[in-house]
């Protein structure tokens, strides 16, 4: 019998969030001067490592920064106000679910690791 479900924040709960992950991207190229394709692996598995807890906000910066032999750019702390709650679009489809579990009597949850 299941007794709880837990839904993920981002991509689960909310489909989307105008201005987040489309233009991250870019706005991290655009701080180094460089090519999305030539640094996204990189800055991907420093996001990874700031999503578990590895390494701060500021840790991620100081790592990316000196894989790409480039100094910490200073307007670092602007780029994470990406996107607003306000803007954050529902995914109804998960609503709905949520509402079939509560007539159930099912608990249900939302985690995230960022």
Do not use: C
């Amino acid at each position: 019998m299941i007794k709880a479900v837990i839904f993920d924040f981002m991509g689960v709960v909310v489909s989307d969030m105008p201005g987040r992950s489309s233009n991250l991207k870019e706005k991290i190229a655009n701080l180094y001067g460089m090519k999305v394709e030539d640094i996204w692996d990189r800055v991907w598995s420093h996001i990874y490592e700031m999503s578990i807890g590895k390494i701060d906000e500021e840790g991620f910066w100081k790592l990316l920064s000196k894989d790409l032999g480039k100094s910490v750019p200073l307007d670092w702390k602007a780029i994470w106000k990406f996107g607003e709650t306000e803007k954050a679009v529902l995914n109804q489809q998960v609503v709905g679910l949520v509402k079939e579990l509560k007539n159930k009597e099912i608990k249900s949850f939302v985690l995230s690791n960022t």
